[in-house]
Nanobody, 116 residues
């Protein structure tokens, strides 16, 4: 089992920045992928950023150049730096841990609200 605890969400004006953190605990495998997803009201959950245990990152076009994912394996923590935030970035952001067996774990979510 893996537990994920997110923090860092909140209310920010358009153009501002936030940094989300997610701490993982439990049975952590060395080979894994950690990521951030978001879900806005009435929309499906979508990938925001992911990073492999080797440091390879993936972003959708909607956040490329604005969001940066990073990880500190010594702290079992993944971060999401969000800059130049837009109103459409408003959503609940979820941390995800995908282990080598293909099992997904999710955090409880943290609200990010960007005022226009």
């Amino acid at each position: 089992q893996v537990q994920l605890v997110e923090s860092g969400g909140g209310l920010v004006q358009a153009g501002g920045s936030l940094r989300l953190s997610c701490v993982a605990s439990g049975t952590i495998f060395g080979i894994n992928v950690m990521g951030w997803y978001r879900q806005a009201p009435g929309k499906q959950r979508e990938l925001v950023a992911s990073i492999t245990s080797r440091g390879l990152t993936t972003y959708p076009n909607s956040v490329t150049g604005r969001f940066t994912i990073s990880r500190d394996d010594a702290k079992n923590t993944v971060y999401l730096q969000m800059n130049s935030l837009k109103h459409e970035d408003t959503a609940v952001y979820y941390c995800n841990y995908h282990d080598r067996r293909g099992i997904d774990y999710w955090g409880q979510g943290t609200q990010v609200t960007v005022s226009s």
